[in-house]
């Protein structure tokens, strides 16, 4: 297992453009998060799901911002009409439940540029 | 969730422990203390967790003062690959409730 993965690593996109970004969590982990990060900045949590249920989206940044887990393994974050403010990292995590609630694995991000 | 407070920065020489602090004055009794680090261009890991007594893992030990209103993380022989932007986060272990990382401390680990 190599951890939770996370593509593209960068994405260049322009003003106005959608853009979907894809998590692959850790296998056996059926909890799984989506955090945006911009500069200088700490971690900031936009939704996260047990399984295929999305239990959080109330801080998704705005009605642009998506989310999905179909089957309950790998998830994908969509941004529709992307504003210059969209740029940042975003970044996955994924959790088992039987170790608690606050030890996540993450992956390396993504790192979402408009222009 | 409880505040916390950490240095913005600091320095370690490399080869000497590194005592990163964190002040969470206002935590309460079910409320644990967790740390994160941040290498550049890379997402957060996890460190180590308590709640009331110190803990010990292969990566660092973690100090909880006895009134638990704050807390030392200690690298006990920091490395270069230590230079990292560190996480102090104090939560509930509960479903329901999500990591909330505040600015954190910025360690710079110089040979």
């Known amino acids: 297992d190599t951890g939770v993965s996370q593509n593209p690593r960068h994405k260049i996109t322009k003003r106005g453009q959608n853009v979907t970004f894809r998590c692959d969590p850790i296998s056996e982990h059926n909890r799984l998060y989506w955090y945006r990060q911009t500069l200088g900045q700490g971690p900031e949590f936009l939704t996260y799901?047990?399984?295929?249920?999305?239990?959080?989206k109330s801080r998704l940044l705005s009605d642009r911002f998506s989310a999905e887990r179909p089957k309950g393994s790998f998830s994908t974050l969509e941004i529709q009409r992307t504003e210059q403010g969209d740029s940042a990292m975003y970044l996955c995590?994924?959790?088992?439940?039987?170790?608690?609630?606050?030890?996540?694995?993450f992956g390396s991000g993504t790192q979402l540029s408009v222009l | 969730d409880a505040k916390t407070t950490q240095p913005p920065s600091m320095d370690c020489a490399e080869g000497r422990a590194a005592n990163l602090p964190c002040n969470h004055s206002?935590?309460?009794?079910?409320?644990?203390v967790y740390w994160y680090r941040q290498i550049h261009s890379q997402g957060p890991q996890y460190i180590i967790h308590?709640?009331?007594n110190n803990e010990t893992n292969e990566m660092a030990s973690l100090i909880i003062t006895e009134d638990r209103k704050s807390s030392t993380l200690i690298l006990p022989h920091a490395t270069l690959r230590d230079t990292a932007v560190y996480y102090c986060?104090?939560?509930?272990?509960?479903?329901?409730?999500?990591?909330?990382f505040g600015g954190g401390t910025r360690l710079m680990v110089k040979p």
């Open positions: 308590g709640l009331k």
């Open positions: 206002t935590i309460s009794g079910n409320e644990y």
């Open positions: 986060i104090v939560r509930t272990n509960n479903a329901g409730n999500m990591l909330t």
């Open positions: 799901f047990q399984n295929e249920a999305q239990l959080e």
């Open positions: 995590a994924s959790s088992f439940l039987g170790e608690g609630f606050g030890k996540l694995f």
